[in-house]
C-alpha cells in the first residue's frame, strides 16, 4: 500500500515539475533536455521504489545467507 502512495506522489511531482518547466519556456517549444533529465529522475524513482522489499517477511525470504562467524 505504501509504495502505491509514493508513486503517485511521485507522478504528481513530476507533472508538476514538468508543468512549471513547460510555463516557463517562452519560446512555447518543448522542455527540451530539463524535461529529458526530469523523466529520467521519474523512471529512477519509480524504479527505486518498486524494488525495494514491502515488508520484514520479504527481506527474511530473500536474505537466506549464513555468515560465517568463525574465527
Not at 508538476?16 to 517549444?29: A, P, R
Not at 524513482?45 to 568463525?70: C, F, M, N, Y
Request: proline share 3%; hydrophobic share 50%.
Amino acid at each position: 500500500m505504501s509504495k502505491i502512495i509514493v508513486t503517485i506522489g511521485i507522478l504528481i511531482a513530476f507533472f508538476l515539475l514538468f508543468g512549471i518547466i513547460v510555463f516557463v519556456n517562452k519560446d512555447g517549444g518543448t522542455p527540451g533536455l530539463l524535461g529529458l533529465i526530469l523523466f529520467a529522475g521519474l523512471i529512477a524513482g519509480l524504479r527505486a521504489v518498486w524494488k525495494k522489499p514491502e515488508s520484514k517477511s520479504e527481506i527474511t525470504k530473500t536474505d537466506k545467507h549464513q555468515l560465517d562467524k568463525r574465527e
